[in-house]
C-alpha cells in the first residue's frame, strides 16, 4: 500500500476518539519547509487510528499543514494534504538515480538547486527582478521569491469558513517585522485569511513580508519555531493528549565536513525549544501543586476571596502528556533538506512520519494521560532508553 494512502473510511459525522479523561487531542507542526511531508505521515497514521486532532498550530510549513487539517472534514483531510504535496513537489529532477549516498547527495544538490533558480510550483516563483537591482520600496525589493502561487493553493485546498467555525481550534505563528514581537493568529480570537498563513511561511529573505492590517509579517520561526508553547499557555484546563512533531532535531552526530557543518548548525537554530518548555512547565505545575497544598491547611475564615478563587483554580490542574516525534535526518541529506522539493524525498519524509507515528501509537500506555497532580509527561519513541 502507498504510503499515503489510508485505509480507514470515515463518514461526515466522524469525530474520532480520546483516551480516558481527555478532553483534547492536539497537533503541534514545527516549521521546516521540504521536511514539512514528515508532518503529512504523521498525521495519516492518526488518521488511520481515529485520532483526529480538535486543535491544531504550527509554524511555517506546520502552518501551512494545520490549515490544511482544519480547513477540511475529517474524511477529506489525507487527500487535500496529499494534493498539496504532490503539487509543490511535481518538478522531475532526474528520470533515474543509481543506488548510492554519493549518487543521492548529488540528485539532491541539483533538487536543491532547481529550487533556488525556479522556486516550486504552487508554492513560490522567482521574481522577474532581483532585489539587489529593485529600487528600494519596489515590489521587488524585499525578497527573492513571490509568494502568491501559494495564496492560490491554499484557496483551493483549504476551507477557511470551516476553519473560522472554530470546531477546531487553529493557530499559526509569526512575527511582527516593525517590532519583532511574535505572535499567534488565532480562530478564536480573529478571523482566519489565508495572508495570516502565508504570513507564518514568510521566511526572509526568500519570501517578501505580508500586510495583515496596518502590519507587516515574517515567518514565526526566526523567533520561535516551537507552537507547543502556544498550547501550554492555554488557561482552559483541559487535559490533553499532544502530538508535538519537530522536524530539526537538537541531538546531531559530529560534524566531518563543511556541508553538515551547515547542515548541524540548522538543526541546532531551529531544533524545537520543547524540552526546556516542557521542564519549565513542569517546574510551574509543581509551584501551583505545593500552593494548593498550602492553601488547604489555611482555616477558611482565614482565607481572603481573592486566596479562595485562587484555591478553587488550583484544584483544577490540567494533565498534559506530549508524544514527541523528531524527524530523523538521512545521512545523503545535507544544509538544503528544508528547500529539496523533490518528490522522492517528499515520499521518503511522508514515510518516516508514517512508520514513526505508527511505533509510538503501538505503546498504548503512552497514550493514557497522567496521574492527577503529575501535570506533565513526555515520550519520544527516538528516546525510548530515557526517562521523561
Same mark, same amino acid.
Given at each position: 500500500?502507498?504510503? %499515503?494512502? *489510508?485505509?480507514?473510511?470515515?463518514?461526515?459525522?466522524?469525530?474520532?476518539?480520546?483516551?480516558?479523561?481527555? *478532553?483534547?487531542?492536539?497537533?503541534?507542526?514545527?516549521? &521546516?519547509?521540504?521536511? /514539512?511531508?514528515?508532518?503529512? #505521515?504523521?498525521?495519516?497514521?492518526?488518521?488511520?487510528? &481515529?485520532?483526529?486532532?480538535?486543535?491544531?498550530?504550527?509554524? *511555517?510549513?506546520?502552518?501551512?499543514? $494545520?490549515?490544511?487539517?482544519?480547513?477540511?472534514?475529517?474524511?477529506?483531510?489525507?487527500?487535500?494534504? %496529499?494534493?498539496?504535496?504532490?503539487?509543490?513537489?511535481? %518538478?522531475?529532477?532526474?528520470?533515474?538515480?543509481?543506488?548510492?549516498?554519493?549518487?543521492?547527495?548529488?540528485? =539532491?544538490?541539483?533538487?536543491?538547486?532547481?529550487?533556488?533558480?525556479?522556486?516550486?510550483?504552487?508554492?513560490?516563483?522567482?521574481?522577474?527582478?532581483?532585489?539587489?537591482?529593485?529600487?528600494?520600496?519596489?515590489?521587488?525589493?524585499?525578497?527573492?521569491?513571490? $509568494?502568491?502561487?501559494?495564496?492560490?493553493?491554499? @484557496?483551493?485546498?483549504?476551507?477557511?469558513?470551516?476553519?473560522?467555525?472554530? !470546531?477546531?481550534?487553529?493557530?499559526?505563528?509569526?512575527?511582527?517585522?516593525?517590532?519583532?514581537?511574535?505572535?499567534?493568529?488565532?480562530?478564536?480570537?480573529?478571523?482566519?485569511?489565508?495572508?495570516?498563513?502565508?504570513?507564518?511561511?514568510?521566511?526572509?529573505?526568500?519570501?517578501?513580508?505580508? !500586510?495583515? #492590517?496596518?502590519?507587516?509579517?515574517?515567518?514565526? /520561526?526566526?523567533?520561535?519555531?516551537?507552537?507547543?508553547?502556544?498550547?501550554?499557555?492555554?488557561?482552559? !484546563?483541559? =487535559?490533553?493528549?499532544?502530538?508535538?512533531?519537530?522536524?530539526?532535531?537538537?541531538? /546531531?552526530?559530529?560534524?566531518?565536513?563543511?556541508?553538515?557543518?551547515?547542515?548541524?548548525?540548522?538543526?541546532?537554530?531551529?531544533? *524545537?525549544?520543547?524540552?526546556?518548555?516542557?521542564?519549565?512547565?513542569?517546574?510551574?505545575?509543581? @509551584?501551583?501543586?505545593?500552593?494548593?497544598?498550602?492553601?488547604?491547611?489555611?482555616?477558611?475564615?482565614? @482565607?481572603?476571596?481573592?486566596?479562595?478563587?485562587?484555591?478553587?483554580?488550583?484544584?483544577?490542574?490540567?494533565?498534559?502528556?506530549?508524544?514527541?516525534?523528531?524527524?530523523?535526518?538521512?545521512?545523503?541529506?545535507?544544509?538544503?533538506?528544508?528547500?529539496?522539493?523533490?518528490?522522492?524525498?517528499?515520499?521518503?519524509?511522508?514515510?518516516?512520519?508514517?512508520?514513526?507515528?505508527?511505533?509510538?501509537?503501538?505503546?498504548?500506555?503512552?497514550?493514557?494521560?497522567?496521574?492527577?497532580?503529575? &501535570?506533565?509527561?513526555?515520550?519520544?519513541?527516538?528516546?525510548?532508553?530515557?526517562?521523561?
Amino acid at each position: 500500500m502507498d504510503a %499515503r494512502t *489510508s485505509n480507514t473510511e470515515t463518514s461526515p459525522d466522524f469525530r474520532g476518539w480520546r483516551p480516558d479523561r481527555c *478532553s483534547r487531542v492536539a497537533l503541534v507542526l514545527q516549521g &521546516g519547509g521540504a521536511l /514539512g511531508a514528515y508532518q503529512a #505521515g504523521v498525521y495519516q497514521a492518526l488518521h488511520e487510528e &481515529g485520532l483526529e486532532p480538535d486543535w491544531v498550530c504550527g509554524v *511555517s510549513i506546520g502552518a501551512i499543514n $494545520s490549515a490544511i487539517i482544519a480547513g477540511n472534514p475529517p474524511e477529506q483531510r489525507l487527500e487535500k494534504l %496529499r494534493a498539496f504535496w504532490d503539487t509543490i513537489t511535481a %518538478r522531475k529532477v532526474w528520470h533515474y538515480t543509481p543506488d548510492g549516498d554519493m549518487y543521492r547527495k548529488a540528485r =539532491n544538490l541539483a533538487s536543491s538547486m532547481m529550487t533556488s533558480m525556479l522556486g516550486q510550483p504552487g508554492f513560490f516563483k522567482p521574481h522577474d527582478m532581483s532585489p539587489w537591482l529593485s529600487a528600494a520600496g519596489a515590489k521587488t525589493a524585499t525578497s527573492y521569491y513571490d $509568494s502568491s502561487p501559494l495564496r492560490e493553493t491554499l @484557496l483551493d485546498l483549504v476551507d477557511f469558513d470551516l476553519i473560522n467555525d472554530r !470546531k477546531v481550534n487553529f493557530a499559526v505563528g509569526a512575527v511582527n517585522v516593525r517590532t519583532g514581537n511574535f505572535l499567534y493568529f488565532d480562530n478564536q480570537r480573529e478571523t482566519i485569511e489565508p495572508e495570516h498563513v502565508i504570513a507564518s511561511g514568510a521566511l526572509p529573505p526568500a519570501l517578501p513580508m505580508v !500586510k495583515i #492590517g496596518t502590519d507587516y509579517f515574517w515567518d514565526g /520561526g526566526i523567533v520561535s519555531n516551537t507552537p507547543l508553547q502556544h498550547l501550554l499557555e492555554q488557561d482552559d !484546563k483541559m =487535559n490533553s493528549l499532544v502530538f508535538q512533531v519537530d522536524l530539526f532535531s537538537a541531538r /546531531g552526530d559530529l560534524p566531518r565536513d563543511i556541508q553538515e557543518v551547515m547542515s548541524r548548525q540548522k538543526d541546532i537554530v531551529y531544533s *524545537s525549544r520543547t524540552r526546556r518548555n516542557t521542564d519549565v512547565y513542569k517546574l510551574m505545575h509543581t @509551584l501551583k501543586t505545593d500552593l494548593y497544598k498550602a492553601l488547604k491547611r489555611v482555616p477558611d475564615d482565614q @482565607l481572603s476571596d481573592r486566596e479562595r478563587r485562587l484555591l478553587n483554580d488550583l484544584a483544577a490542574l490540567p494533565e498534559i502528556t506530549i508524544l514527541q516525534l523528531i524527524y530523523q535526518q538521512k545521512a545523503y541529506e545535507g544544509d538544503s533538506k528544508d528547500y529539496e522539493f523533490s518528490a522522492t524525498s517528499m515520499r521518503e519524509h511522508w514515510q518516516s512520519g508514517l512508520e514513526d507515528t505508527r511505533r509510538t501509537l503501538k505503546r498504548r500506555d503512552w497514550l493514557e494521560l497522567p496521574q492527577p497532580g503529575m &501535570g506533565i509527561v513526555v515520550h519520544d519513541v527516538h528516546r525510548e532508553s530515557e526517562s521523561a
